[in-house]
């Protein structure tokens, strides 16, 4: 595999979403950012990046508008930051297979950064595995950390302190996707705007700590950027409102915005509820995922096959 690997000097690596089962802003740091507990999950939603190793320096292509085809990529800039680490000469084409709604609340920049990291780490044989990329991914974006994890895992401080959870969610997951891309950058500033801090909030730490199956687990969560989300785009409270009634009225055990938005999510019990929600939804004009939450161990396989381990 080694060889094979290197005489192609190619690599297809998959690139998953997440959502947030429940996001807590604690406050304002001192280095800007806001201080956060939240629940990742990762689910089956995925873009393809393929890593080609030529000449010329970083090169970034995707075949959907909107996304930055420059070092202002987080693909690009965790080939550029690895590089340097690495010493090795940056050298690679990146090019992004885009399914993840962009800037959608549903990390697929930062998954995407996360996965040329992972990806190249193999492809440049440096031996760092995912905790020796740990310091590197936190500096491309606070998400990053969590995509070299996956699964069902506690995010602290800016939500790049990552713990794996001993919880696994299995669930079917329905995304809609509002035709409107939310700047996480100006979501957060609508936060630090009406900030009230919450030391006292465990919702969080209730909830996985206390049996999932246990009655009203996901009553718990809640999105304390969905808020900030509205006034940044009251054009869409209207939309999302509507989406949450379709997504509950079909039986949702969950249905919450993921991250700053504006994607809003359901989670299911079975896969043929999911799929009339998924439809619903399309027949009132919003375009939606059907898929289901992947465990940190399916993610992990995932990535070992990708990356011949
Ligand atoms: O780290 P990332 O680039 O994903 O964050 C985008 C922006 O979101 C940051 O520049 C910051 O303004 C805001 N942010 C924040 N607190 C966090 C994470 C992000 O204020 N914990």
Known sequence: MERALSRRGRLLVPSYAKVNLGLE???????????LRTIFQTISLRDDIVLTLRRGG??????????????????????????RFARVPADVGIEIVKRIPVAGGLGGASSNAAAVLLGLDRLWRLGLGPAGLQPLARRIGADVPYFLMGGTALGLARGDEVYPLHLQV??????????RPLSTAAVFRRVEACLTPRENSYRIYRFVSRDLEGEGGYSL????????????????AEKVRRIRRILVR??????????SGSSVYG????????????????????????????TRDQYRKVWARALGL
Not at 25 to 35: K, S, T
Not at 221 to 236: F, G, I, Q, V
Request: hydrophobic share 45%; proline share 4%; glycine share 10%.
């Open 58 to 83: 970083v090169s970034v292509r995707c075949d959907k508008p909107g996304v930055p085809g420059d070092g202002t990529n987080l693909a690009a800039r965790a080939a550029l930051e690895l590089a």
């Open 25 to 35: 802003v604690l406050g304002l740091r001192e280095d800007g950012y806001h201080e």
């Open 221 to 236: 969560l809640s999105n304390d950027l969905e808020t900030a989300a509205l006034e940044e785009a009251p054009d869409l």
């Open 170 to 179: 299995r669930a079917q997951v329905v995304v809609a996707a509002p035709d």
């Open 267 to 294: 989670l299911f019990d079975d896969a043929r509820r999911a799929e009339r929600v998924r439809l619903a939804l399309c027949e009132a004009g919003v375009s939606a995922f059907r898929g289901r939450t992947l």
């Open 250 to 259: 079909g039986g949702a055990r969950l249905a919450l915005m993921s991250g």
